[in-house]
């Protein structure tokens, strides 16, 4: 008997304390059939709402862009990563911890130029197009835009400004889903104006 | 032993977050003015902390200590800054420090569309979980101080 109450005045007062592996965490492990078929109905939406392939697929890689912005938060507070000293630990850390972490794959990193400043993230499977085919009429719809979008933003916001396209895709007939990231620059941090 | 105050800084040297407790002696400059100097003073230690270091770092700047408190730094790989000045006594607060980002700043700003990322934060919820987990911490109580 006593040790119940004690029990229950112990989990009162930690009831503050939030769970260390965040809600989303948990949350897409849940269902990723819902995540993908969410896609799927964005992608739709866009496609009626917009004439040309071209537009959908700016749009698609700015809504990515901005969650990559805050994804990269939510990635850095729940993986123990830090900074990364050189491109070749960014990509090791984008296959292997990131795509695992959100999308539960994990692509290979191949074709590094020979600066080391540009390499392709092959996918063997693409999740988000698990129930997809591409009618003829979108031939130039890069129906996972959004993927670029998340990277280009989530990068950026740790001083990396990166090109990301798909230069394959098995929803176009290609063999394989190829990710090509090209590092541009390291954005300098500032001092902000108007300090002495 | 004690918490002083806490200020959160953004990557562009916005202040998104300040607010105190046992702050005896007040800086006699406005607010905004304070958080300018603590952000200029931050940046100039980190270069200062990167060029004077005969080895490479890995986490650089981590704290200092005057004769009465110690300033506490934590900064993410995104450029987000968690400082508290807590009273000599309180050893390494960086899993603290990392818990009020991870658990606090992402769950309630980040993970929240509403809250515009690069302001001041305006979240009830935040200012109120964050009040309550500094008042927790083993060494908030002033008494042992």
Redesign the interface.
Known sequence: MSRQSNRTTESKKML???P?I???ASMHRMNSELFTLTYGALVTQLCKDYENDEEVNKQLDKMGYNIG??L???F???SS????HDFRETADVIAKVAFKMYLGITPSVTNWSPAGDEFSLILESNPLVDFVELPDNHSTLVYSNLLCGVLRGALE???MAVDVRFAQDTLRGDNVTEIRMKFIKRIE?N??A??? | MTVHNLYIFDRNGTCLHYSEWNRKKQAGISKEEEYKLMYGMLFSIRSFVSKMSPLDMKDGFLAFQTSRYKLHYYETPTGVKIVMNTDLGVPNCRDVLHQIYSTLYVEYIVKNPLCPLGETLQSELFSSRLESFIRALPFFSARAG
């Open positions: 503050w304390y939030l260390f965040s809600a989303s912005v805050r990269i938060e939510d850095l507070a729940r990563v830090g900074r990364c916001m740790v001083q941090e001092l902000p108007g300090d002495e």
